[in-house]
């Protein structure tokens, strides 16, 4: 006898016909495996090929090699390693696989968020997957918005899918590519001084300072960063544009949040600098975005115009990834509040103006009223356009 379900729609089916509906698309499913993995077969890939394919990707250009590393500077001691552009050259080139991500699990409870990344060799029928976990608290403790936890989750994933991908080609295939990367972007003595410039520039654009750079890698002074620092150095932009780190986590003990806005990728650096210097210190649990009442009778902090540009920047991208989020014009509305209320006491109505014209125009763009340019963005923020971050389709 078959037993009758009746949904929340109040539409009522029996079980049999359930159970179909769930074989068909297992069999769906089992069937498009077969035919790639049939076509694999039909179609094996050359490892020569697939050597050559790897290394004239990645080091096409001084840009696309950069982009293959990223780097973490631990107690003045680099930790480098293959980026997930890298990863996804290598998936492109070895052919005959499958490779996927997802968060699996989100505890606001424990402050984490975790993503699986799976890789799947069609040919040998091998498969490597790995997790990750990331934080959605800010060094208060507080929970991220639900925004920032789905920009989380999106960095997780691409950690994850790069650790498989990593996991599942042999390195023999890639390891020369790799070695030809790190000396692509280090370059040599008679690059030394131009390459330290470029590398101070491009980390300024995300709030950090020189002092900060020298103390994540245990030098004294510009004059002490080598050769061998300046893959570490680009390493770490490369990881901080591609969202497999943030400015806290690259610089523990060097930087500190100045918002209590759930967003911790760019921090800015001119209110922790400013902070250091008050007589009165804060308590350890006052987060800095919000100073205890004897800072704020101290003197109003001085700030520069390029302390300005490293808080517009960072502010339009914030909202430029909020609003990639299936373009929800109520989420980039919740993140520009955000930000207004959370500005520092120095930020002045021009300086917040850059950023008014940036959320109106993309306000535009989810509308589907103009087209994303960041050209237009860089014009309205007065900044560069290098500078600012790509609008991905929405998910």
């Given at each position: ?50 050597q ?105 994933c ?22 030809m ?16 410039e ?73 209110e ?23 800072e ?7 700030f ?78 007065k ?7 790509d ?5």
């Amino acid at each position: 006898m078959n037993q009758e379900i009746i949904t929340q729609d109040g539409e009522v089916f029996e079980e049999t016909t359930a159970l179909a509906s769930t074989s068909m698309a297992v069999q769906l499913q089992k069937a498009e495996i077969d035919q790639l993995v049939s076509t694999a077969h039909a179609f094996p890939r050359s490892l020569k090929r697939v050597q050559s394919n790897i290394l004239g990707m990645a080091t096409l250009d001084e840009e696309s090699a950069e982009e293959c590393i990223y780097a973490l500077p631990r107690g003045g001691k680099p930790i480098r390693g293959p980026s997930i552009r890298f990863a996804e050259i290598l998936k492109q080139s070895y052919g005959n696989c499958r490779a996927a991500a997802r968060v699996v699990h989100v505890d606001k409870t424990e402050g984490y968020i975790e993503a699986e990344g799976v890789f799947h060799d069609l040919e040998t029928n091998a498969a490597s997957t790995a997790r990750v976990r990331r934080r959605i608290t800010d060094r208060a403790g507080r929970v991220f918005k639900d925004d920032m936890i789905i920009v989380t989750g999106n960095a997780a994933c691409s950690i994850a899918m790069r650790n498989a991908i990593l996991a599942g080609v042999p390195k023999p295939l890639w390891r020369k590519a790799y070695d030809m990367v790190q000396a692509t972007i280090t370059g040599d003595i008679t690059t030394l001084s131009e390459n330290r410039e470029k590398a101070f520039k491009a980390l300024a654009a995300f709030g950090v300072k020189p002092d900060q750079i020298f103390a994540s890698l245990g030098v004294q002074g510009e004059e002490d960063i080598t050769v061998d620092h300046i893959a570490t150095l680009r390493g770490m932009y490369s990881a901080l544009k591609n969202g497999e780190a943030t400015v806290e986590e690259m610089f523990i003990g060097t930087v500190k949040a100045i918002s209590d806005h759930a967003k911790i990728e760019n921090p800015f650096s001119a209110e922790p600098a400013t902070a250091q210097t008050n007589n009165v210190p804060p308590e350890p649990e006052t987060p800095a975005s919000e100073p205890d009442a004897g800072e704020q009778g101290a003197s109003e902090p001085s700030f520069t115009d390029t302390d300005a540009d490293a808080w517009v920047l960072n502010s339009v991208n914030m909202l430029i990834a909020s609003a990639m989020i299936g373009g929800d014009l109520d989420v980039m509305r919740d993140q520009y509040r955000g930000i207004k209320q959370n500005a520092p006491s120095w930020v002045d109505k021009p300086t917040l103006g850059r950023v008014d014209a940036v959320s109106i125009f993309l306000s535009q763009v989810m509308q589907n009223d103009e087209e994303f340019d960041k050209w237009r963005v860089a014009n309205l923020s007065k900044l560069s356009a290098e500078q600012i971050n790509d609008l991905p389709e929405a998910n």
